[in-house]
């Protein structure tokens, strides 16, 4: 005997439960417009959280180069001090050798003095030096870009001026060597070479 599985529906029940298609249209058109507005929300907040975290972490980096940069200045200004420091000390020597040299030659015994002299000047040459200053870091940070990073405006200002002005010493150096040059040349047809390299083993 085969069991009757249709389920009989009164019509006016059955009336109820049919509910017009633009109804359900409308209603998932609803659902859909307010998903599409709640997930451009969550979008948006996520991307500005992003490029928040991110402009956090470059501030935190461009910090931590800032001190690395600044503590490699230090150092940089630490040795360029020390280089200023021999070069005055160098300079009195070489004040105290002309200081000689000028006062023998103009005794009248100075043919007496004749090995001093030329010891006094040779090594006036010998003891004259160049200077050169460490550029490393600030050479680094302008090819960089990186000068931007010094936050305070006083400091940068500061550090741009002292390197600029080194080129006042390079022109320094140029004219040094020129005249360093000269004077040997012409201090070599005034002193025997020989009397020098006597004095050298000599002493």
Known sequence: MEENNNISVDPETEKQLQIPENKLLGNALKRKWTSYIKEFFMIFFAITLGFYADNLREEHNNKNTELVYMQNLLEDLKTDTAIYEDYAKNNVIIYDIIDSLVLNLNKKD?????NKLAYWGRIM?????????????????K????????????????VSYYYNSLNRLETYNEVGMIWAADYAKSLGKIFDGEVLLKIIKER
């Open 125 to 141: 040459t010998a003891k004259w030096i160049q200077v050169h200053p460490i550029e490393r870091t600030y050479d680094q940070m």
């Open 110 to 114: 100075r043919k007496l003095r004749i």
């Open 143 to 158: 090819s960089t870009g990186h000068l931007r990073l010094i936050r305070n405006r006083k400091v940068a200002e500061a």
